[in-house]
Nanobody, 125 residues
């Protein structure tokens, strides 16, 4: 059974940094697209960043230059390094894995088949 488990969330002041992680079981990162998504209360889930099996990356405009997605295939772990955090980055952050539909990574949540439970990131001003 595939499991994705996020960790590393927390509270930070604006301008600070956090790194969140997503560890997987029964799933191999090296052969599929992965993504980070976030959802604030009352908002729709939005794509933040994604990474292809060939390491190509994509970011939503609001995080370009501040967030970096990466993965360690040997540890089956996905990371999101977040810097220069802003209060508007406050949300539950989810990792997602392709279930075999994608040729390239995408920031469209509905195209991912596996999801973690999320980790909360709170940025105070």
């Amino acid at each position: 059974q595939v499991q994705l488990v996020e960790s590393g969330g927390g509270s930070v002041q604006a301008g600070g940094s956090l790194r969140i992680s997503c560890a997987a079981s029964a799933l191999t990162y090296s052969s599929r697209s992965m993504g980070w998504f976030r959802q604030a209360p009352g908002e729709e889930r939005e794509g933040v960043a994604c990474i292809d099996k060939d390491w190509s990356t994509m970011y939503t405009d609001s995080v370009k230059g501040r967030f970096t997605i990466s993965k360690d295939n040997t540890k089956n772990t996905l990371y999101l390094q977040m810097s220069s955090l802003k209060p508007e980055d406050t949300a539950m952050y989810f990792c997602a894995a392709d279930a075999g539909r994608l040729h390239y990574c995408t920031l469209v949540p509905s195209l991912y088949g596996y999801w973690g439970q999320g980790t909360q990131v709170t940025v105070s001003s």
